[in-house]
C-alpha cells in the first residue's frame, strides 16, 4: 500500500482495449505499468495512463466524485465508479478493467449508459402522469415533508449501470428494465403528483420484462454506489402489482 510515508510501489495494469467500429481491431488485454502515488484512484491511474502511455485509450469520466454516474466498469471482476476506487485497495498491484457489459460499446472502457437510460425512461414513462391540468403559474402543492423524503430517497439514483451489468437477467435479456428502471418506476409510485394507479403500473411493468422477471439475486443493491434500497422496493412493488386483477 502506498501512502505519504511509504515507498512507491509499480502497479501493473491489464486493460481491455476494442474498437468495434475498426474492423481490424481485435478485443485483447493490454498491459500498463505505473507508479503509484499517495491516495491514487482509477481515474486518477487511468488519466496518468492516457497522458503518458497511451492517447489511444478511451474511458469515460465527469465529475470525479461519484455523482454522474460516467465512470463504472469491472474491475478486478467487480462493478464499481473507477472514481471512487483508490489502487490501494489492491494489495498485490495488479488491477485488471473491463468496460460494463449489458451496455453497447464505444471503445475500450467507454459504454453508451446514456442510451440505454434513455430507452428505459421512455419504456417506464419517467415522467410525472397527472389527470388534472394544472396551470404553471400557480404555486407548487405542497408536499407531506415525509412523503417528500421518501420520492428524493430514490431519486439519488445517478444512472451509472452498475446495478444492470451486475443483474444476471439483465444480461440475458436485454429488454428488462432492471433495477434502475424498476427504481424509477417506484419513484414515480411514491410521488403524490403522480395520479398513475397500481392498474396503470400493472400495464407498464406486470411482465417478465418488467417486476416479474427480478430474480431476487440482490446484486443490484449489493454493487449500488448510492446503496439504494433496490431490492426493498422492487418486493413492494411486485407485492403490489402481484394483487392487481
Ligand atoms: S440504482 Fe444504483 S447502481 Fe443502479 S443506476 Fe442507480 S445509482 Fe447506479
Ligand atoms: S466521474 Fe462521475 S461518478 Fe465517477
Known sequence: MSDSKTESRELIFSILKYNPRD???????????LMETAGMTLFIALNQIRSTLDADLSFDFVCRAGICGSCGMIINGKPLLACR??????PDGKIQIMPMPAFELIKD??????KWMNDMSKRVESWIHSNEEKDIRTIEERVDPDQADKTFELDR?????????SCSTALMRHDFVGAAG???VARF??????????EDYYELVG?????????????????????????EKISYLRRKLVSVK
Open 207 to 231: 411482465d417478465d420484462d418488467g417486476i416479474f422477471g427480478c430474480m431476487s439475486l440482490m446484486a443490484c443493491e449489493d454493487n449500488c454506489p448510492k446503496h439504494l434500497p433496490l431490492q
Open 157 to 165: 439514483c445517478i444512472e451509472c449501470g452498475l446495478c444492470i451489468t
Open 23 to 33: 474492423f481490424d481491431s481485435k478485443p485483447g488485454f493490454v498491459e500498463y505499468k
Open 189 to 198: 409510485h411514491a410521488d403524490p403528483h403522480d395520479t398513475r394507479t397500481d
Open 85 to 90: 476506487t483508490l489502487t490501494s485497495s489492491y
Open 109 to 114: 472502457l467507454s459504454v453508451n449508459t446514456g
Open 182 to 184: 424498476l427504481n424509477r
